[in-house]
């Protein structure tokens, strides 16, 4: 195989998969089995990724696969307090144990995606486009309603 080629050949000491197929592009359920044939055809460590949203997703694929983590991108920038060890996976916790969320918490990735590509421009403004438009998906997006209506910022009354 062909990650097989890259460890013996070219020499890599690890290897980042993701588990989608190029056609599912971000929606498309992951295909961990093919994870899986890698990490076992390998003998250095394995990285997948895809379809990391939770904490939950990122045990499950750890064991479907065996591989040695996650990689996480759009769920993180859904969520970048994904990984923290509060239950509802958002904020932090304090030394008290109370949840602490900073305010306009949804802003501060922002901010600081704007920040990087200030010092390291990227090749391209669509990259900044893209994860921006991740990190307030949720916020934009319109949401299905039980009744089938969608909903959306731009519908919301204000005031």
């Not at 359920?29 to 003998?43: F, M, S």
């Not at 460590?45 to 904490?55: F, Q």
């Not at 304090?94 to 010092?119: K, V």
């Not at 916020?139 to 959306?152: A, E, I, R, T």
Request: charged letters at 20%.
């Amino acid at each position: 195989s062909f990650a097989r080629t890259l460890q013996t050949k070219a020499g890599i000491d690890s290897l980042t998969v993701h588990c989608r197929r190029r056609e599912a592009k971000h929606n498309g359920a992951p295909d961990y089995d093919a994870g899986k044939r890698i990490v076992e055809a390998l003998d250095i460590p394995v990285v997948v990724n895809g379809g990391i949203h939770s904490r939950e997703n990122a045990r499950m694929a750890i064991e479907r696969t065996g591989a040695s983590a996650v990689m996480a991108a759009t769920g993180l920038l859904e969520n970048p307090c994904l990984f923290e060890e509060s239950e509802s996976g958002m904020g932090s916790s304090s030394s008290n144990g109370a949840s602490f969320q900073p305010p306009n918490h949804h802003l501060d990735p922002a901010w600081i995606d704007l920040d990087f590509c200030t010092r390291y421009p990227p090749p391209s403004a669509l990259y900044l486009q893209k994860h921006l438009r991740w990190m307030f998906r949720s916020k934009l997006q319109p949401q299905q309603g039980m009744n089938g209506s969608s909903s959306s910022i731009s519908k919301r009354k204000f005031g």
